[in-house]
């Protein structure tokens, strides 16, 4: 099935139609290395000339930002989660939206546990360099790996009287996730978490 996708790379919006699984979204994205869109639309975020091409193949990795519309995936594979507010870097892009994690684990422990693509709901992004007004989803997935920092917005307090096996595991993940970014990123270029 063929669904319209919207996705955001370093300098460009692609659009297109992409061939999807009956699963979630995030589900497709982290199992593929190319997605290929059909009927896409390329426009530059610079100048915002646009390109139209019949075809397009997109590595997975260059994609910084995905939104997702009516993919919310099967209810009953959902978790009970806390939401915490966060600000992202992510390429050059500024995030803010909330992620979620499992009331007992660390916080930004989310950033740990996912593949490549992080859900993040109630988000506002904008490209740093320009006057271009910000853009606003219920539902978005966010390239964890060109988040360059973090940036926990709210405390939220994590819960005792839940499973804290994943925490420890979960906090390593997240310095270790840390560590990798700035080791990707060019010379100049500030990381961390």
């Known amino acids: 099935m063929r669904e319209q996708l919207v996705a955001w790379a370093g300098d460009c919006v692609v659009r297109g139609d992409v061939s999807l699984d009956e699963g979630r979204l995030s589900d497709h994205v982290n199992h593929v290395e190319l997605l290929t869109f059909f009927g896409a639309t390329l426009e530059a975020l610079e100048d915002g000339h646009q390109v139209a091409v019949d075809e397009l193949e997109v590595e997975r990795y260059e994609l910084h930002i995905i939104e997702v519309e009516g993919h919310r995936g099967d209810p009953s594979r959902r978790l009970r989660t806390v939401p915490e507010r966060v600000w992202m870097q992510v390429g050059p892009f500024d995030v803010t939206g909330n992620l979620h994690r499992p009331p007992s684990a660390q916080p930004l422990a989310s950033l740990a546990k996912w593949v490549r693509f992080v859900p993040m709901t109630d988000v506002e992004f904008r490209l740093r360099s320009s006057a271009r007004a910000a853009t606003r989803r219920d539902v978005v997935l966010v390239n964890r790996e060109r988040i360059t920092r973090t940036e926990a917005l709210a405390s939220i ?37």
């Open 157 to 193: 307090p994590v819960y005792a009287g839940e499973p804290e096996a994943a925490d420890a595991a979960a906090l390593a993940g997240t310095v270790a996730l840390a560590g990798a970014a700035a080791a990707a990123e060019p010379a100049g270029v500030e990381g961390g978490g």
